[in-house]
């Protein structure tokens, strides 16, 4: 498995440079840190005395790292979980909040385990995760990235001003679906077909 920070690096490659989109609720931002991040973390970088776009635009990327490897992903415990789920849930966190151990813990209780369903990461989650790992070694990760991606599709169905980031212009696969698939087997990859079928009710 990739270290920690590794995986970090990958992230940060992944979500790309400054941003300050509108329909993002995230806000201004950069490498992956939104704007609300920074100033949960008081990262005035200019000392102007607030955090602002113009610090999210100063954002370092082996600050972003940082921050990543501690607050993502330490800090909430991915590392408590199996190795084979720590870089999707990883990912996740940072790319949704909490939002990704709601999608693991719902998971955990489709298959069997008793998981109270609350975004943390907590030694019942740890223990029901390595359960299933022991029950579906082969097939944990591939669960989860599913899981991860009919979030992220249902969220674009109750948000059209979301559906940009699942669905490209041209009607193919968008950002979201495709960093999904990055930690699913190609095997349970949709085809293009399948895609614009899931999204067909969009237009």
């Known amino acids: 498995m990739p270290t920690v920070r590794a ?8 979500e790309g440079g ?26 005035d970088l200019d000392r102007d005395g607030d955090v602002d776009a113009v610090d999210v635009q100063a954002l370092p990327r082996r600050r ?35 939002n990704a151990i709601r999608i693991l813990q719902r998971l955990l209780g489709q298959m069997g385990q008793r998981v109270a369903v609350d975004g943390v990461i907590g030694p019942r989650t740890a223990a029901a995760a390595r359960a299933a790992v022991a029950a579906a070694p082969d097939h944990l990760a591939d669960a989860y990235g ?8 249902a969220l674009a169905d109750r948000r059209p001003s979301s559906r940009k980031y699942a669905r490209r212009r041209d009607g193919g696969k968008g950002g979201w679906i495709r960093r999904a698939e990055e930690f699913i087997s ?3 990859h949709l085809t293009d077909a399948e895609h614009r079928a899931r999204v067909a009710a969009w237009d």
Do not use: K
Request: charged share 20%; aromatic share 12%.
């Open 64 to 98: 972003a790292v940082d921050i990543f490897v501690d607050h993502y992903f330490h800090r909430v415990r991915i590392d408590s979980l199996p190795a084979c789920l720590q870089p999707s849930v990883f990912d996740m966190q940072v790319n949704a909040g909490s």
């Open 186 to 188: 190609p095997r349970y």
């Open 7 to 14: 995986i970090a690096e990958e992230i940060v490659a992944r």
């Open 18 to 43: 400054y941003v300050n989109d509108p329909d993002d609720p995230g806000g201004a931002t950069n490498h992956g840190v939104t704007i609300h991040t920074m100033r949960a973390l008081g990262l």
């Open 146 to 153: 599913i899981a991860r991606r009919n979030w992220y599709y």
